[in-house]
């Protein structure tokens, strides 16, 4: 039950991890297809008893592991990551990859954090976060944000969250970056929601492109959870798919959305439907 703090660490040296993780335990429940390395920038595994503030990896500290995800400062978190930032990560052809996180736990909460690099990877690829089922949120007063760029190979590509899942919270935050995937469901903030968008999520960036399924803050919508506060003014593109200012494409209803706005143009180039908000 002891409290770990970890404060004000700049990492700037690579991070390898050559194994996998053998007895995952219990509070691993992210699909028995995810594997571990337990290796991060700063801390493998973040504890609901681990709190890390004003730290960073700057463009030197690589990370390598064989796990599925890959974060900048942190591989798996259930703690707390609060004002903390990061510039270039990721690689082309690595997927679940997280500026900040590789994926955050339900316990986990992601505050004031930064992004002001390339985040790069093939599948699931978040500014911030891969896979989010924790919260996102402001930290006395200061935004998560993503001031840097987010390209994607493949699908499910977010300016900060690759796949918000199902009970996942993402709350007051913001963009001025941009967002290019070469694939589907591709969005502003979030490739794919299952989760909660809300209280005043603003994206101010220039450009979200993709494949199909392009939204100004979220590609594909699958969740049944509230839309709320959402405004978009970056440039929303489609290459051959459905394209919105605010969502791109859903899977169906049982959502509501509310005081939702797009400020940006919306195009869908080759084929697809377009929407002012969806």
């Known amino acids: 039950n002891t409290e770990l703090y970890i404060n004000n660490i700049t990492n700037k040296t690579r991070v390898l991890a050559s194994g996998l993780i053998d007895d995952k335990g219990d509070e691993l429940k ?5 594997t571990y390395s337990f290796a991060g920038g700063i801390i493998g595994v973040a504890e609901n008893n681990v709190t890390l503030t004003a730290c960073s990896n700057k463009d030197s500290g690589e990370v390598t592991g064989k796990g599925t995800y890959l974060g900048g400062l942190v591989e798996v978190n259930y703690g707390k990551v609060k004002n903390c930032d990061a510039g270039n990560f ?8 997280g500026g900040i996180v590789g994926v955050n736990g339900e316990t986990g909460e992601i505050s004031g954090c930064s992004v002001s690099g390339i985040i790069t990877g093939k599948d699931n690829v978040g ?15 200061k935004n998560c944000i993503l001031t840097g760029s987010v390209r994607g190979m493949g699908s499910n590509v977010g300016g900060l969250v690759g ?9 007051n935050v913001k963009s ?6 070469r694939g589907t469901n591709v969005g502003g903030f979030v490739g794919r929601n299952a989760g909660s968008l809300s209280d005043g999520l603003k994206n101010e960036g220039e450009l979200v492109s ?6 100004g803050l979220v590609g594909l919508q699958e969740g049944t959870e509230k839309l709320e506060s959402l405004e978009n003014f970056a440039k929303v593109i489609a290459q051959n798919g459905d394209a919105g200012g605010i969502i791109g494409t859903s899977t169906g209803g049982g959502y509501e959305m509310f005081l939702c706005f797009n400020h940006g143009s919306v195009n869908a180039v080759k084929s697809g439907n377009v929407g002012g908000i969806m």
């Open 30 to 34: 992210f699909g028995d297809d995810k």
């Open 90 to 97: 990721g690689e082309n052809t690595r997927s679940y990859v």
């Open 127 to 141: 500014g911030l976060v891969s896979e989010n089922y924790g919260k996102l949120k402001s930290e006395g007063g």
């Open 163 to 171: 796949s918000n899942m199902k009970g996942g919270a993402i709350e």
């Open 176 to 181: 001025s970056g941009t967002v290019e995937g």
């Open 210 to 215: 993709g494949e199909a399924n392009v939204g």
